[in-house]
């Protein structure tokens, strides 16, 4: 195989994460808009990345950002192959790591510069490193404020069991949250610090005040 098909091949596999829908907006049935793409998500977050980067440089002198943005665009690629797995998917939640590793070894065997990027995918994983945690909180605050964005969009009624059922949902229930944004809100809050919570304190009271 020349580095041409190579080159095609890879970027075929990518494309098909421009179709494939977030399933978690299907399984909490947003209706009346579009529903992001997986890459959709990528460039959000790659973009919120840039953001924070292009106005807070100056608390993250010894952040990597090139790497920041390479993760984050490397880090969904295992969808490709296993789907976007939510975490109301118990079963495969509790395989997806191992699922996840085999996927990328997978999308990469044929690349030169493949451990490169499986070293990338699996630093983004552990979280260890700064660029890592920076990376993990932009991708799940983005999908915060994508639930902000979809707020009037969710139809509690036909939204799948398995949200509505789920133990952490039913908590928050009890604690007077009733809408989804709110959830998402709730859920991620412990894992920001600096101004990823500040960002989110402000989207926080944006929802309330709408």
């Not at 098909?5 to 909490?28: D, P, Q, S, V």
């Not at 996840?100 to 997978?106: D, I």
Request: negative net charge; proline residues 0%.
């Amino acid at each position: 195989m020349d580095n041409v098909e190579k080159i095609f091949n890879l970027y075929m596999l990518a494309n098909k994460l421009k179709t494939t829908l977030r399933t978690g907006w299907l399984h909490w049935n947003v209706e009346n808009t579009r529903i992001e793409s997986v890459a959709e998500h990528v460039y959000g977050t790659i973009m919120l990345a840039v953001s924070i980067y292009a106005n807070c440089g100056q608390d993250f002198k010894d952040l990597d950002f090139e790497k920041v943005a390479l993760m984050i665009a490397l880090h969904e690629t295992e969808e490709i192959l296993i789907g976007d797995i939510t975490m109301f998917e118990y079963q495969k939640v509790k395989n997806k790591k191992e699922a996840g590793r085999k996927a990328v070894q997978q999308i990469f065997q044929d690349c030169i510069n493949k451990e490169k990027f499986l070293n990338i995918i699996a630093e983004y994983e552990d979280r260890n490193t700064n660029e890592a945690k920076f990376a993990y909180m932009c991708d799940k605050l983005e999908a915060d404020i994508q639930a902000y964005i979809y707020r009037n969009n969710f139809n509690l009624e036909k939204a799948n069991p398995i949200c509505l059922n789920d133990e952490r949902i039913l908590k928050m229930n009890k604690q007077g949250i009733s809408r989804v944004e709110q959830y998402f809100f709730e859920n991620d809050k412990a894992k920001f610090s600096g101004i990823f919570k500040e960002i989110d304190d402000y989207l926080k009271n944006l929802e309330k005040n709408k």
